[in-house]
Structure formats: C-alpha cells, structure tokens
C-alpha cells in the first residue's frame, strides 16, 4: 500500500516526455517530473519518493523530503496567513503546508515557529497541519524505562516546568526545579525518562542522573508521611541534626527533595513541618497552612 505524505519505495512503471510513471498501487500512477529522476533510472527501477500533491492537487512524487511527513509532529515556521483560510507553513517543499484556522488553538503570524501534527484531512483528503495535538497522542501505556534516553521536541511551558513530546508519541514534563536552562517552543533535544506514575504521566530530566540523585529520599519522605499519617514535622527550618537522624540524608538533599516534592503537588507546606495535600487523619486548619515559604 502506498501512503500519501510519506516516504514510499516504487516501481518505474513507464518512461515520459515529463518524467517516469510510477506503480503507485492503491493510488494509481504517480508521476515523478524529470527534476527528480537519477541518471541511469529506468523502467522496472525502484525508487525511494515522498508522494504529496503539486498545486493543482494532483498527485505526485518526488525526491526531495520534507522536515517532518504524515502521522509525525514537527517544528514549522508560518510563511503566510489567509485571514479566511489558515496559514501555510514551510516543511522544505516547494508547496507549503496548510494549516486550516479551524485546526489552529491559536491564531498564528507570519514568523511563528508552530509545532504542528500532519495528517491526512478527511473532508479533503489534502495533507494539512494541526495544532490539536492532545488528539494525536498515543493513548498506549507507556513502557519506558527509568534512565532511559528519548528524544524530546518542547510544546509547552506550565508552573511545573516544559511539556515534552516523548518519542513522538506520549507526554512527558521536564521540571523546572531539574533545569539550569531555558527551552523553546519545538526545541528538538534528547533527554532522559525519570520515572513513568501510575497514571501513566511521565517524569523526564535532561541530565542522565537528573533528578534521580533525590528521587529515593523524595520517595522515602512520602513513604515516611503515609506511614505517619500525613504529616512529619520536618522542613527547611529544621537542623542538618534532625534530618540526618530521620532521613540519613543531608539537609541540603532533603531541601531539595522536599521542593521538588512540592513543585510536583505531592505535598503541602504546614506551618511546622509538610503533610500530604489530600485527606491526612488530622487535618491542620487552613489558616495554619503557608501558601508560600520565604527564604
């Protein structure tokens, strides 16, 4: 089966004044212009081609590949904006890509970088562009493992720190607290999976160690306060002493264990010591709970 907007590997069926034919099977014959065609090229000849449309909308095969192809997510610079149709962007085609307004979460101006997803579109059957990504998304478990190295393209920016696309198919977040640089919108990098929750959400780090230098005592800190219902009386104010004793840790692991505890929403600061944010057995007050730690 041949696929349009993909790399496809096709027999020469024909030779013609304008190029050769190719067996493009469930499409019909495509045909590759003289431009593209290798010295030496005949019928019979296999070639590799990406099939696409020209700019009447007939199909057609060419050599030259795009920066990203259907069913992948790709950083793209808008070239031009319809204001009744959408944008159009540049994938390294001599036709550029739309992106119609309806499949846009925002609108979009000449000069933007957009990271997009690039589909077949059913109403038209025309390659086009989206930034709906959520849509596209595995919805698989992921089945990563802790220290593994992915490849990342940034999508976004919360509290918690960048939203990473995993292996161009899951989810994941770099946070802050791990980060001593700033990232951009459709940044390509490699990083490293940090862990994979229950829920399936995925933890990322950009360093292989990361933030797993503090993962077990964060981990052994919310084991601690599960087993003590809820809540420990220690925090940054109490003495290196103390937090040896409890933890076997220093103080400055266990701050920042406790602040990316925090960061991550796993625990709450109380007025003396930190507790876990839903339903401990002996709740404090609300009025005894610090929204914001200074120093």
């Known amino acids: 089966m041949v696929n349009l907007g993909k790399k496809n590997t096709l027999r020469v069926l024909r030779i013609a004044r304008q190029g050769l034919y190719l067996d493009g099977q469930n499409l019909g014959d495509i045909l590759l212009p003289n431009q593209y065609v290798a010295p030496g090229t005949g019928v019979d000849s296999m070639v590799e081609v990406f099939v696409t449309c020209d700019s009447e909308d007939r199909l057609i095969a060419m050599t030259t590949m795009p920066f990203a192809s259907v069913g992948e997510f790709g950083s793209l610079q808008v070239v031009s904006v319809d204001p009744q149709m959408g944008a159009f962007l540049d994938w390294g085609l001599n036709k550029d890509l739309f992106l119609p307004i309806r499949e846009q979460t925002r609108r979009v101006r000449r000069g933007d970088w957009v990271v997009v997803f690039i589909l077949v579109d059913e109403r038209s059957g025309r390659i086009i562009a989206t930034t709906r990504l959520n849509r596209f998304l595995s919805r698989e478990e992921p089945t990563y493992r802790a220290g593994e190295k992915v490849n990342l393209m940034i999508i976004g920016e919360t509290e918690l720190g960048y939203e990473a696309i995993v292996e161009g198919a899951h989810k994941g977040l770099l946070y802050h607290t791990d980060l001593r640089i700033r990232l951009f919108h459709g940044q390509k990098i490699e990083g490293y999976v940090r862990q994979v929750r229950e829920d399936g959400k995925i933890d990322l780090a950009l360093d292989p160690a990361g933030y ?28 290196p002493e103390d937090i040896r004793a409890a933890f076997s840790a220093s103080k400055k692991a266990f701050k920042q264990a406790i602040g990316a505890l925090y960061k991550e929403r796993r625990i709450i600061m109380l007025e003396q010591g930190i507790g876990l944010p839903i339903d401990p057995p002996d709740p404090l007050p609300p009025s005894q709970h610090r929204v914001d730690r200074q120093g």
């Not at 797993?212 to 003495?239: C, Q």
Request: without cysteine; hydrophobic residues 30%.
């Open 212 to 239: 797993s230098r503090v993962r077990p005592l964060a981990e052994r800190i919310i084991d601690e306060l599960r087993a003590k219902g809820g809540r420990l009386p220690y925090d940054d104010s109490s003495s």
